[in-house]
């Protein structure tokens, strides 16, 4: 898709595909989990059990109510991914529709991808909005009784 209508038009396609696909994820752990789904505890469980669902091999490294750290070490994609670093748009916007949809906010960053190169994937998700703006971080909104 990229040599076809190149980097940003992809990633703006994946980003409507992910939305979708974010908002029926989240439905259907939603209906198992009810209203504890929204502890950042839960919703890190939730990122990685749809990752293993899918190939992935996603791990959580920290969990704070601020921020999820996750590392990766296996991309859902596969091992052509590399080079494909739109895909990555995926897993970013369908991690920040959950987390935003239960925490009413969300920023992710990802800070190594295996698209990138770079071996493994280090995401953080974070939960609460940052004091300083990064270029890097692809933010989400949702509605919650936290007030974010």
């Known amino acids: 898709m990229e040599d076809v209508i190149g980097t940003e038009e992809s990633k703006g396609f994946v980003g409507i595909v992910a939305d979708h696909v974010g ?3 989240h439905e259907k752990y939603k209906s198992q ?3 504890d789904m929204a502890s950042p505890e839960v919703i890190a ?3 990685v059990d ?3 669902r899918i190939g992935g091999q996603f791990s959580i490294s920290s969990i704070s109510p601020e921020s999820i750290i996750l ?4 991309c859902p994609f596969g091992t052509n991914v590399v080079g494909k670093t739109p895909l990555c748009n995926m897993t970013a916007n369908v991690f920040g529709k959950i987390a935003a949809t239960e925490s009413g906010y969300a920023a992710v960053e990802l800070n190594k991808t295996i698209a990138n190169g770079d071996g493994h994937c280090h995401v953080v998700v974070h939960l609460r909005p940052l004091k300083e703006r990064r270029d890097i971080t692809h933010e989400y909104f ?3 009784s936290n007030g974010y």
Not at 71 to 74: Q, S, V
């Open 45 to 47: 469980h939730v990122l």
């Open 33 to 35: 989990l009810g209203s």
């Open 23 to 25: 908002a029926m994820f």
């Open 142 to 144: 949702g509605v919650s």
């Open 50 to 52: 749809l990752k293993r």
């Open 71 to 74: 590392k990766n070490y296996k």
